[in-house]
């Protein structure tokens, strides 16, 4: 039978950086986070993802939390 180690999670934020005069696409940079508790709960993740936005320049596209697990026999 195989074994979930839950290993901590990641925290990524995506920003809106403004438009490439170029193409005229949207400039998404984004910012990750390592150390996460793997139990945080969403609404646990997107306050501190919203709070560390509210501290830089760019306007907040998205807050992503990355599990990583390890399975073994």
């Not at 039978?1 to 490439?20: T, V």
């Not at 170029?22 to 986070?33: A, I, W």
């Not at 709070?51 to 760019?58: F, G, H, P, R």
């Amino acid at each position: 039978m195989a074994n979930l180690l839950k290993n901590p999670s990641g925290l990524k934020l995506k920003f809106d950086c403004g438009r490439n005069p170029e193409t005229g696409k949207t400039v998404v940079k984004s910012k990750t986070y390592s150390n996460l508790d793997p139990n945080a709960s969403a609404d646990d993740v997107y306050e501190v993802g919203a709070s560390i936005a509210s501290l830089q320049e760019y306007d907040l596209l998205e807050v992503a939390k990355i599990d990583n697990s390890t399975i073994t026999a």
